[in-house]
Structures are given as C-alpha cells and as structure tokens.
C-alpha cells in the first residue's frame, strides 16, 4: 500500500525477495500478492517496487491469522510527483528514534463509537463515504495533539447503516471517546542511527480563514516513549512544495 495515499500498489514490477532469491507470486486485485508452496517458517520479505523505497519485513507466522495469514506492508514513495501529487518530506535525526509516523485528521471518515475491551471489538460509523485500506489505524485526542495507534486483526462486519466492527489488538481507555477521529497511520523510513524520513500528501490551505489547523499530527517513539508534533496549513517551513524538519 502506498503511504501518501492509502491506495493498493498497481505497479507491475514488484518483486519479493526472501534470502536473495526472488519469489513466485501471483498478483490478485487491490495490491495483494499470493505466495505457494513456501512453508510457514518466519522470513524476512523484501519488497522492490518502481517509484518506491526499498522495504524489509520481518514475517513472524505466529501473529498472523492461521487459515489465512496475510500481512499488509506500506511502501514509502520516493521523493517525486508520486500519481499526480505533490509530496510534503519531513528528514533529520532524532538520537534514539525507533519508529515515526503520522495521521491526518482532517481525512478521517470514521469516528470510534464503542469498545468491548473483553472482546477486542471496536465499533465505528461512518461521516461519509471512505475506502479503508491496510491495517494500522488510530484513534484522535479530542485536542488533536496525540492518537493510539492499533492494528485490525479481523474485519467483522460493514453495514451503512451501522457502521464497522473491527477485532483489534487494543486501545488505551482515555482514547475510548464518542466520536473521536479514527485515521489511517501513515508509516516513515527510520534508520538505527536515527535517521528518519517521512513523506506525506502536500495540502493546500485554502480557507479565508486561517486558524491554526493541525493538517497532520506526527508521532516519534524515542527510547520507548512517545512524542507528539504536528504540521499546519501555515507552517513557515513549507517551500517549494516541501518541507524539511530538522526537529521540533
């Protein structure tokens, strides 16, 4: 799946490499890959796919489901007019940096409506008409500082007039707030030396009224501990279309 724009990866030249030697798959609908007759011993997948970042995946059996394992692996575009968009990098240090990514509030069509922690089910409706795709969602503050991200393990059931239910792998129960914002997480590259590059969809802001207006909330995990920022529509750093941080 594309990080930028949530969509299914359509390019044709991809390939999945396990222990340098290439993989026989067959390409389904939406981006899916099927691999056969390659055991269930857990390997780490590399996957190459034109106009994309190289990515390595750890493939761990044991967390997937056991009649149908399947993972669902987001691929950073390269720094470029990626279908037409222009992309917004986001590339420094941070010293101990283990993971960065990001959600944009402003693009969620689902909010949380309720949540059986005994059962790991959480119920949603919809504002509007929207595609979920992949796996790792979160769940918006109502202050829009900070989110909890968690992952669907199973998808249970779709009705427009209900909503969705999802089995998930949890939430913190301060997050678990009526109507509260549920957006796709959009995934960086991090490097063990703390390296970190995030790409994201450039917005425009076009309203008369220019407010503060967190367009995207960016999550660091530093030894451990989470840390919050944030971009606006009116953030001084954006020139030519990208934008640079150093820190925040």
Not at 67 to 80: F, G, H, L, W
Not at 114 to 143: D, M, Q, T
Request: hydrophobic share 35%; with cysteine.
């Amino acid at each position: 799946m594309d990080t930028v724009n949530g969509t299914a990866i359509t390019e044709k030249n991809v390939k999945l490499i396990r222990n340098n030697t290439y993989l026989v798959a067959v390409k389904k609908d939406a981006g899916f890959y099927v691999l056969y007759n390659t055991g269930r011993e857990n390997f780490e997948l590399t996957v190459c796919a034109d106009g994309y970042e190289r990515k390595e995946f750890q493939v761990n059996y044991e967390n997937l489901d056991s009649k149908i394992p399947a993972v669902y692996i987001q691929m950073v575009p390269k720094r470029s007019i990626k279908n037409g968009a222009a992309i917004w990098e986001l590339k420094g240090n941070i010293s101990g940096l283990e993971a960065i990514d990001a959600v944009s509030p402003e693009e969620g069509f689902l909010y949380f409506k309720e949540y059986r922690k005994e059962e790991r089910v959480l119920s949603l409706f919809s504002g509007r008409e929207g595609l979920c795709s992949g796996r790792r969602y979160a769940v918006v503050n109502p202050g829009k500082t900070e989110y909890a991200v968690f992952e669907i393990r199973q998808e249970l059931s779709v009705s427009p007039s209900s909503g969705r239910q999802w089995k998930i792998n949890g939430i913190p129960e301060k997050f678990c707030v009526s109507n509260a914002v549920v957006a796709r997480v959009i995934q960086g590259i991090t490097e063990r030396n703390g390296d970190y590059t995030l790409r994201l969809k450039a917005v425009n802001d076009l309203r008369k009224d220019k407010t503060e207006k967190k367009i995207y909330i960016i999550r660091c995990i530093v030894n451990g501990t989470e840390t919050f920022g944030y971009l606006n529509g009116q953030d001084k750093n954006q020139k030519s279309g990208g934008i640079t941080w150093e820190c925040w």
